[in-house]
């Protein structure tokens, strides 16, 4: 009973401290984040956390591959150095070089590749 009233107190949404205007989406003349507030306040817990975690995800474009996924090979290089001690590599594409988009955020960064 306790663990259930310090777990519904701890739910309770409060004031922040300081004033802060609410967020206004306009389509023509009508606000509309309160109509999707409000429809995506009703569905189901679980489809709000699977379109969130959906819309948070990176495209799958944008996750660098290893050897692996482009030659079907082993990505990791396995090196005793001296007894007892290993050097361990893992090889994976170089993402500035084959991604158009991680080229465009290099020449931002000043990156001429």
Not at 71 to 82: A, M, R, S, W
Not at 93 to 113: P, S, T, W
Request: aromatic share 8%; glycine share 6%; hydrophobic share 40%.
């Amino acid at each position: 009973v306790i663990s259930a009233a310090i777990h519904s107190k701890s739910n309770q949404k409060q004031k922040l401290h300081i004033d802060v205007k609410p967020p206004i989406l306009y389509v023509g003349s009508f606000n509309i984040l309160p109509v999707i507030k409000t429809c995506f306040g009703m569905l189901p817990e679980s489809l709000r956390h699977q379109i969130l975690l959906a819309a948070a995800a990176p495209a799958s474009r944008s996750i660098p591959r290893d050897r692996y996924d482009i030659l079907g090979e082993n990505p990791y290089t396995i090196d005793e150095v001296k007894p007892g001690v290993w050097k361990v590599g893992y090889d994976r594409e170089n993402h500035f070089m084959v991604n158009q988009e991680a080229k465009m955020q290099g020449r931002m960064l000043g990156l001429d590749i």
